[in-house]
């Protein structure tokens, strides 16, 4: 299972909203609604961002927002604030009964 | 509230294996799914395998099949990954990461080195 494509790095400046988006095929992100991302600062662990492709857990900024169209998703980061530069990885379930992660993203705040 | 903590960082050479326990508390092991997920330095995040609780059984990627045993203890709410035939490549943060496919709880990572 290769990993799924998500751009290496995506920038913007405060206030301004960006868009990663998380691209796989009809086995995994096409398949299923169980598609996740993860923030994840240097040297720290993933925290989970948003589940099952548009949820977020409590505490979670609502800036944060997440969408799927075929077999491509997209996380959404509106307001860009420093805090938000980070790693951000998506995820998904496989009709292999396995899970896949994305490739990474780097967002910079400008 | 689910907390998650790891064994410590493990040095070790070529060839050999290594133990990595991942302890839960706030919920037992029972109630939980435990999978393993690695990242090497400066790389992402790779799914290892874990146990598929609808199924009863213990998944692993194919990458590590052969190679990786995940196992857990119940009484003391303990889940195990043992990898074995280590080479450099090996070398990574080693998470735990509760209840696919969320992930929604993760261990603060085990760092095994492996060098000659």
């Known amino acids: 299972q290769s990993a799924l494509t998500q751009p290496a790095s995506v920038s913007g400046s405060p206030g301004q909203s960006i868009t990663i988006s998380c691209t796989g095929s009809s086995s995994d992100l096409g398949a299923y609604n169980f598609v996740s991302w993860f923030q994840q600062h240097p040297g720290k662990t993933p925290k989970l961002m948003i589940y099952?492709?548009?949820k977020r857990p409590s505490g979670v900024s609502d800036r944060f927002a997440g969408s799927k169209s075929g077999n491509t998703a997209s996380l959404t980061i509106s307001g860009l604030q420093a805090e938000d530069e980070a790693d951000y990885y998506c995820?998904?379930?496989?009709?292999?009964?396995?899970?896949?992660f994305g490739s990474g993203t780097r967002v910079t705040v400008l | 509230q689910v907390q998650v903590v790891q064994s410590g960082a493990e040095v070790k050479k070529p060839g050999a294996s290594v133990k990595v326990s991942c302890k839960v508390s706030g919920y037992t092991l029972t109630d939980l799914s435990i999978h393993w997920v690695r990242q090497a330095p400066g790389k992402g995040l790779e799914w290892m395998g874990g146990?598929?609780?609808?199924?009863?059984?213990?998944i692993y990627a194919q990458r590590f099949q052969g190679r990786v045993t995940m196992t857990e203890d119940t009484s003391t709410d303990t889940a195990y990954m043992e990898l074995s035939s280590l080479t450099s490549d090996d070398t990574a943060v080693y998470y735990c990461?509760?209840?696919?496919?969320?992930?929604?709880?993760w261990g603060q990572g085990t760092l095994v080195t492996v060098s000659s």
């Open positions: 990461a509760t209840d696919p496919p969320n992930f929604d709880y």
């Open positions: 146990f598929d609780a609808e199924e009863s059984e213990t």
């Open positions: 995820s998904s379930h496989t009709d292999s009964n396995t899970y896949v």
């Open positions: 099952e492709v548009t």
